[in-house]
């Protein structure tokens, strides 16, 4: 039986996949939920801008959701600069209520390691290695 931080990872890599499919940049237990039938609810923190043309969170969200129930997502927007939101996951980390999930770019990864915000999902994150372009893999 996997552990519910297990469960967790599982469910943050597929997430990631999904989104990273679906916004075009690249059968398992995540896809039907957690072994025991739970419904797994994650919290997603973005400042994606969800301009005019562009695929919505919203929308990524809501097919996420609607294509695995045993698996919900619910996505806040951060309205504010790349470092208050950092900012915000350092005192929410503390705190203890930091969102499951949190998307960063690439110039922000070296401040949330050295301040100690990242999980290390690499042994998860293996499994769904070709699901990935290499890039963003490594």
């Known amino acids: 039986m996997r552990s519910h931080t297990q ?3 599982v469910c943050a890599a597929s997430f990631a996949a999904l989104c990273m499919g679906l916004a075009g940049c690249g059968s ?3 896809s039907t939920g957690g072994d025991s039938g739970e419904v797994v609810n994650l919290t997603y923190m973005h400042r994606l801008p969800d301009s005019e043309g562009m695929t919505l969170v919203k929308d990524i ?5 609607k294509d695995h129930p045993s698996i919900q997502v619910k996505a806040t927007k951060f309205d504010g600069a790349a470092q208050d939101m950092i900012k915000k996951l350092e005192t929410d980390v ?3 209520n ?3 999930l949190a998307q960063v770019g690439y110039a922000e990864v070296p401040e949330v390691f050295t301040k100690g915000l990242l ?8 499994k769904y290695k070709s699901d990935f372009a290499e890039g963003p893999y490594s």
């Open 7 to 9: 469960r967790l990872m």
């Open 119 to 126: 999980e290390d999902v690499t042994e998860e994150a293996a």
């Open 94 to 96: 503390k705190a203890g």
């Open 98 to 100: 930091a969102p499951d």
């Open 61 to 65: 969200v809501a097919k996420w959701n």
């Open 28 to 30: 398992n237990t995540a």
